[in-house]
């Protein structure tokens, strides 16, 4: 039996507005929610980059993180000079990733690390967020 023939046109009315209301706000969180895991919590890309180990710190006014530098040799000269090189900044989470990283500073490092699509606070300055460290010879 349809209960809503029995009420008055008003509270129909009101009724399935609200309900509507309810269908768009549940809506719209959903796709905040769904963005904000987008933007700050998928993994874009993952890999491995090798090269020098230039500098390493722990920074920040509020949030203290762990940032790098590293010196990524494309091109080395006839005496095993680097040519061109590119920088590659990084964040690391992981205080004891982040102790060994300090002790290796001035070696050369292959890291693996994770591409988010944007950057938080409390997780560092960089997209790119390093997870392993191996030295290399």
Do not use: C
Not at 2 to 24: A, E, V
Not at 82 to 88: G, L, M, P, R, V
Not at 110 to 128: A, C, D, F, I
């Amino acid at each position: 039996m349809d209960t809503s023939s029995n009420l008055p046109p008003q509270k129909t009315r009101r009724k399935k507005g609200r309900k509507i209301l309810s269908t768009i706000v549940f809506i719209f969180l959903a796709v905040l929610v769904g963005f904000i895991f987008w933007k700050y919590y998928f993994t874009y890309s993952d890999g491995e980059r090798f090269g020098l180990l230039q500098k390493f710190s722990r920074k920040g006014n509020i949030f203290k993180t762990y940032e790098g530098e590293m010196i990524l040799s494309s091109v080395r000269g006839n005496t095993n000079v680097t040519i061109a090189s590119e920088k590659f900044y990084f964040s690391v989470g992981d205080k004891i990733i982040a102790d060994q990283l300090m002790r290796l500073q001035g070696r050369n490092v292959t890291v693996h690390y994770k591409q988010k699509n944007g950057t938080l606070p409390w997780r560092g300055e960089s997209e790119y967020i390093v997870d392993s460290v191996r030295v290399e010879q």
